[in-house]
Structure formats: structure tokens, C-alpha cells
T-cell receptor
Framework: DAGITQSPRHKVTETGTPVTLRCHQT?????MYWYRQDPGHGLRLIHYSYGVKDTDKGEVSDGYSVSRSKTEDFLLTLESATSSQTSVYFC???????????????FGSGTRLTVV | SQQGEEDPQALSIQEGENATMNCSYKTSINNLQWYRQNSGRGLVHLILIRSNEREKHSGRLRVTLDTSKKSSSLLITASRAADTASYFCATDTNDYKLSFGAGTTVTVRA
């Protein structure tokens, strides 16, 4: 999607290894989010950021950490990958925060992560 | 737990027909949004309806919101093959996130 890029698009990793996924935006949006998508669960929020170095946990944050040292980059790290973290990971950005009448997300194309 | 639940889970219609899907949610909201996801792609924002609005239109899309019943519906009129996708509702509540349902998969047959 225009303005937001996720890398890598696909990754296979072994159990116990650390993995970092990158989300890069060129829209200068303040808010950034990491979701995971699994069959039957929809999208579940992992972590989000409301500014540089300002992050908070979502509903499924265990085993994940994030960092945002620049407005344009939001990194998601799996400290020690497990098979339960096999999923499709989506990054999203938003210009406005929750509650704003024009609040809406722009999503990246996703990273398909397989932990073997 | 998911705030929004879409119904039905799957829908198959003929090209040119209308497609209707519903979303029910549990707690009060600031707004409700609908997104589309084509296979293998990210979600695309379709429309946002505020809690004080009852109906909204965007092209062939019509969204209704009934806050007393905690439900919303998305109608796609005159469906096309390109409308084949999964559709998600997302609710903006008084916490820090958008909560997404599990989605409705729509297949439009030529």
C-alpha cells in the first residue's frame, strides 16, 4: 500500500530465534500499530505507538517487543520465536488518534511468518 | 476478546446482486469502521460511521448503525467480481485501539 512498507514479506525461522519485522511509513503519521491475523480471530493488536519512543501494549503482547526511534519506522521483535507466533503480521498507520471522527487506518501488505 | 462479530461468516452471491453483512458489538463506541481485505493483501478502509450517525453512503456502499441494538450493517449494491473479498468491521471504543471482528468472506460469482 502506498506510504507504508513492511519487510520482509515472508520469513521462515526456527523456534527460539529472535526475529525483527519492520514497518516503514512515508506519511509522517503519528500513530503506528502492529496486528497479527489468524484464522477465526480476525486481527488482534500486539503493540502500538503514539509517537517516537512512545509505545504501549495491545491485547496479545506477550513474547513481543517494539521500538520506534524515528517517526517513520516501527519495529516488532519476537524475542524467542515460538510456533504459536506463526501468523500474518500487519502494520497500520493513522494520522489521527482514536476517537477522532476521521480516524482510520492504512495497512501494509503484511508479513507472513512461519516458525518451525 | 473481539468487540465486533460479523455475520454471516461467508456469503456467496451472483454478480449484480446486493450483499448485506452485519456486525454486532458489545460496548459503547465512538465510531465504527468497515474494511475490505483482498486475498493476500492488507486491509483497506472503506467507510467510517460515527456513533451519532444512523446511515452513511459511499458509492455502492451503504452503512447503517443502530447503537440501541449495538449493530451495524454493510450493504454492497450491484456487486461485481472485484467485490470478492473479506469484510471486517472495527469498533473504536474508549480504550486505546480499534477492535476487529473475524470478518465476512464474500464471493461474487460471474
Amino acid at each position: 500500500d502506498a506510504g507504508i512498507t513492511q519487510s520482509p514479506r515472508h520469513k521462515v525461522t526456527e523456534t527460539g530465534t529472535p526475529v525483527t519485522l519492520r514497518c516503514h511509513q512515508t506519511e509522517n503519521h503519528r500513530y503506528m500499530y502492529w496486528y497479527r491475523q489468524d484464522p477465526g480471530h480476525g486481527l488482534r493488536l500486539i503493540h502500538y505507538s503514539y509517537g517516537v519512543k512512545d509505545t504501549d501494549k495491545g491485547e496479545v503482547s506477550d513474547g513481543y517487543s517494539v521500538s520506534r526511534s524515528k517517526t517513520e519506522d516501527f519495529l516488532l521483535t519476537l524475542e524467542s520465536a515460538t510456533s504459536s507466533q506463526t501468523s500474518v503480521y500487519f502494520c497500520a498507520i493513522s494520522e489521527e488518534g482514536r476517537g477522532h471522527p476521521n480516524y482510520g487506518y492504512t495497512f501494509g501488505s503484511g508479513t507472513r511468518l512461519t516458525v518451525v | 476478546s473481539q468487540q465486533g462479530e460479523e455475520d454471516p461468516q461467508a456469503l456467496s452471491i451472483q454478480e449484480g446482486e446486493n450483499a448485506t453483512m452485519n456486525c454486532s458489538y458489545k460496548t459503547s463506541i465512538n465510531n465504527l469502521q468497515w474494511y475490505r481485505q483482498n486475498s493476500g493483501r492488507g486491509l483497506v478502509h472503506l467507510i467510517l460511521i460515527r456513533s451519532n450517525e444512523r446511515e452513511k453512503h459511499s458509492g455502492r456502499l451503504r452503512v447503517t448503525l443502530d447503537t440501541s441494538k449495538k449493530s451495524s450493517s454493510l450493504l454492497i449494491t450491484a456487486s461485481r467480481a472485484a467485490d470478492t473479498a473479506s469484510y471486517f468491521c472495527a469498533t473504536d471504543t474508549n480504550d486505546y485501539k480499534l477492535s476487529f471482528g473475524a470478518g465476512t468472506t464474500v464471493t461474487v460469482r460471474a
